[in-house]
């Protein structure tokens, strides 16, 4: 099993959702918290959450131990009293194929969680994990500021559509580096608000490359400005480098600039560089459907 390590202010589980942690403390405070000691079962079927780390005044660091445990979804929520480490030892696993299968003939039946919310944290840092077969997206990144991405693999299956693997906004302040993402749809998305985002040596395939937007749609969405990605490898993905835009008019200009890309290598890609200002993912619209939608 790989180790897998939450750092700051984090939480895990099959379908996760994350709110908000800070501040230090002293280093001499540590204490761990073994969900295994809370009563956590690792048969697979009985529901597990965490924990009340977040009250211990000092640095915290829970550890889910390796086995299989089944989460509902749970969120961790602060401001707790010290900094929190989450250490995983084993792969988040989102079963989303199974799930797919079950929800097939049924319109009313729901799919897509997100096996990490981040929401609202800053100084955080999330590295060598693995999350496989999500529902939706891997990691939802949402008003965030200073969090770096290392050292991680993402992957579900090419036809598990809506399964990004980083999505990010109103957010400044991202590093993305050393990441493996396999998946049905972006590897990284940036939406309204990202700001200054450095994504490097990541490898992208399959899935719909590495994409801002798409932005526009809707009044109220911000700017996304500063943006690098270099070194970075996309084998077999539907578009490489893509800018995606909607056609419909906005109250309040939108301006997506300051984009560095350099350094990129495309093995068997559809659309290597894509700059879309008539986004339409339906294929059915046109300006006037567009800009009443």
Sequence with gaps: ?????????????????????WPFIAEAHIKLFNVAEYGAITDGKEDNSVSDACNWN??????IPEGTYMLKSVIFKGPCNGSVTFQIKGTLDGQGSATRQKCKN?????ILFTTMDFDFITNGHVQNLHSIDSKGGH?????????????????????????????????????????????????????????NVRISNVVCGP???ISVGSLGKNDGETDVEDIV????????????????????????????????????????????????????PLHQCDLKVCASS
């Design 139 to 195: 990691f939802i990144v949402f008003g965030c500021e200073n969090m770096t991405f290392t050292d991680l693999t993402l992957k579900s299956p090419e036809n598990n559509h809506n399964t990004d693997g980083i999505k990010i906004s109103q957010t400044n302040g991202i590093n993305i580096t050393g990441v493996k993402i396999g998946t049905g749809d972006d590897c990284v998305a940036m939406i309204s608000g990202t700001k």
């Design 58 to 63: 000092g640095s915290a660091t829970v550890l």
């Design 229 to 280: 990605v270099k070194n970075c490898t996309f084998v077999g993905t539907s578009n490489g480098l893509r800018i995606k835009t909607w056609a419909a008019p906005l109250k309040k200009n939108l301006k997506a600039s300051k984009f560095v890309y350099e350094d990129i290598v495309m093995n068997n890609v559809q659309n290597p560089v894509v700059i879309d200002q008539q986004y339409c």
């Design 106 to 110: 049924n319109a009313n039946c729901e």
């Design 207 to 209: 899935g719909h490359g």
């Design 1 to 21: 099993m790989k180790k897998g390590y939450i750092e700051e202010h984090k939480m895990y589980g099959k379908y996760l959702f994350m709110l908000c942690l």
